[in-house]
């Protein structure tokens, strides 16, 4: 996960700029004056994504971008008020016109691709802006009607972002982090007049996803008041570096100050909203709820499927999926009952279990290093130009893991001073089993997410700020497929089922996603299905159902990206024939970008034709 969960890893860090905003002039360019020479066309994109990055610093800093002379990016956050999200979308209406504007006909197929991306993020994500209610993330992610939830806000992502994105290597960092640091209870108090505003519309999150926020808003609260992670990540690293100054007092008066009390005043509101809250899980029991749940399945599959068809694609797929699993579940000794339940006997063997608690951690860690190192030695199988993937793999921080999924991942910043991330969540191991952690790493990690990532950080500053969770999903999913072929499971039965159970898991996701929000099931009908029909855990699926529930649509990006990408395979080898080549074929998906998935069949176009030329 497409985790936009939405830093912050690279994928948060761009799902934030759906709400930092900050007040700046737009440079003149008007209809009459844009050109279509190459030059001009790379000065108009650089100068869209910079309008983009100024609103959202954090973004900057995750890239890698905030230095030389935009280095004071490093010390802002951006804004989170209502006037700061209606600047940003005055920015993208703006720039979305001069894009328009443009003749692209001359130019070459990247840059118009390019200009076909933006076209494609800004009007989007500017249809969600004229929503009522919500977060909306620009070419990222993570869109929620909820603007703080158990997965959603300031007080999840400002402490990630701070200790796992923002530098602190000289003074000069450490004052940044203290600037950081200031703006945080404007922008808590921004949410809060938000999440206010939303409720005066009638609409109050379900009561199983307040509790959940609720919990974790104590600890954030009792964290903040005892100066707690975001004073001790700023210390602790200022005296790694011998960085003279009174760090800890001055961040202490700020964490334990304004910004514990901001954090009391939206704890006070999830409380108070809480009590006038309901069990029922999806869009449909919102004012709009339908309106709203339409476009985020738009911008998470960049499609027009209907929940019908989403729905019925997603059932369909799972049966596929499980009748290739039945018969390695028989040659393991599982002959009895539907496939669900034979994956749940499986799921108590002991022999796939990790031992409990920080034995068991270590272990799991020490597994993920193994599958990364036997995966990075296969890729030029797979790719003829091969990418860093610098990484380093992470333990989820403990406030967040009770509403996070299993892990996510991303790629790091665009000059590399910045390692993509695997998050794992490890508040139990039980979470995690032997035959499911090799695709997971296949998915976040190589070449996956991180893999992919770098690929997009080669190409126009706007390409690696620019996502679509149909592509971004959709091309993990394929990596999980690649390390198949590629012999991943070849000795592993077990593994190969923990790799199809993982394809079927996200065929779920698109009978659960549609059936929450369109067909009106209840939050237990949707981990029941995860647990009857794939077997699941339930430990697992709870938190996946609450997800759905947070990010409407997300979760169909996944399957809907993965049968697109395989879909253009196999029309490439149709067409090319014997000069049909694995590593040619993924070279062109990772190259062309990240792209709609309309986009997608156009680069596929080009790579056909190219081949046969």
């Known amino acids: 996960m497409p985790i936009s969960n939405e830093t912050i890893t690279r994928r948060q860090a761009l799902a934030t700029l759906g709400v930092g905003a900050s007040m700046l002039a737009l440079p003149a360019w008007s209809a009459a004056s844009a050109q279509t020479s190459p030059a001009d066309a790379t000065t108009l994109l650089n100068d869209v994504a910079w309008n983009l990055l100024e609103q959202s610093p954090t973004g900057a800093t995750g890239l890698g971008l905030d230095v030389g002379n935009r280095a004071y990016m490093r010390g802002r956050l951006g804004g989170t008020t209502p006037a700061a999200v209606e600047t940003l979308a005055a920015t993208l209406r703006a720039d979305l ?63 990630r972002f701070l200790d796992a994105d923002h530098p602190v290597r000289d003074a000069a960092d450490a004052e940044a982090y203290v600037s950081r640091l200031e703006q945080i209870p404007a922008n808590l108090d921004g949410e809060l007049e938000r999440i206010r505003s939303a409720a005066g519309l009638g609409v109050i999150p379900p009561s199983f996803l307040l509790a959940k926020a609720i919990t974790q808003m104590e600890a954030s609260v009792a964290d903040a008041k005892s100066g707690g992670s975001m004073v001790s990540s700023l210390t602790r690293r200022a005296a790694e570096g011998n960085i003279a100054g009174d760090w800890e007092k001055r961040a202490s008066a700020i964490v334990k100050g304004p910004i514990a009390t901001a954090l009391e005043h939206q704890l006070t509101e999830l409380k108070r909203q809480a009590g ?132 996510y991942g991303g790629a790091g910043s665009v000059d590399g001073s910045i390692p993509g991330k695997v998050w794992l969540n490890l508040r139990t191991t039980d979470l995690h089993r032997k035959f499911d952690v090799p695709t997971l790493v296949h998915h976040e990690a190589i070449p996956g997410h991180v893999w992919q990532g770098e690929y997009s950080n080669q190409l126009p500053l706007i390409r690696s700020i620019l996502s679509f969770n149909a592509y971004s999903e959709g091309w993990a999913l394929y990596a999980e497929q690649l390390a198949d072929e590629l012999g991943a499971y070849d000795e592993n039965p077990a593994w190969r089922l923990g790799y199809l159970q993982d394809q079927a898991f996200r065929a779920c996701r698109l009978v659960v996603d549609s059936g929450l929000h369109a067909k009106r099931w209840t939050r237990e009908q949707g981990i029941a299905f995860f647990m009857e029909r794939n077997g699941n855990k339930r430990e697992q699926v709870e938190s996946e159902v609450d997800r759905y529930c947070s990010w409407p649509g997300q979760a169909c990006g996944y399957k809907v990206g993965h049968t697109e990408i395989v879909r253009q395979r196999g029309r490439a080898q149709q067409a090319l024939g014997p000069a049909y080549d694995l590593r040619d074929f993924d070279e062109a998906v990772v190259q062309g970008g990240n792209v709609p998935l309309d986009v997608l069949a156009k680069t596929i176009d080009r790579y056909i034709a190219s081949e046969k030329a």
């Open 97 to 159: 016109a001069r894009v328009r504007a443009t003749d692209t006909s001359k130019l070459d197929p990247s840059t118009r691709t390019s200009f076909e991306v933006v076209e494609s993020a800004y009007s989007t994500a500017l249809d969600g802006f004229a929503l009522p209610y919500g977060d909306v993330a620009v070419g990222g992610w993570r869109n929620a009607p909820y603007v703080v939830i158990q997965n959603v806000g300031g007080y999840i992502d400002y402490p």
């Open 276 to 407: 006038k809250s309901d069990t029922d899980a999806g869009m449909w029991s919102q004012p709009g709820g339908d309106e709203w749940y339409a476009w985020a399945l738009r911008a998470s599959t960049t499609t027009r499927m209907t929940p019908d068809e989403i729905h019925e694609m997603g059932l369909a797929q799972l049966d596929e999926i499980h009748s290739r699993m039945d018969p390695i579940l028989r040659s393991l000794g599982y002959t009895e009952g539907p496939v669900g339940t034979r994956m749940t006997q499986l799921g108590t063997d002991p022999r796939f279990k990790f031992a409990p608690d920080d034995p068991g951690r270590a272990e799991i860690m020490e597994f993920v290093q193994e599958r990364i190192s036997w995966i990075r030695a296969q890729m030029p199988r797979a790719f003829r130009t091969l990418v860093r993937a610098n990484l380093e793999v992470r333990r989820l921080p403990l406030a967040e893991e009770p509403g996070a999924p299993t892990a």
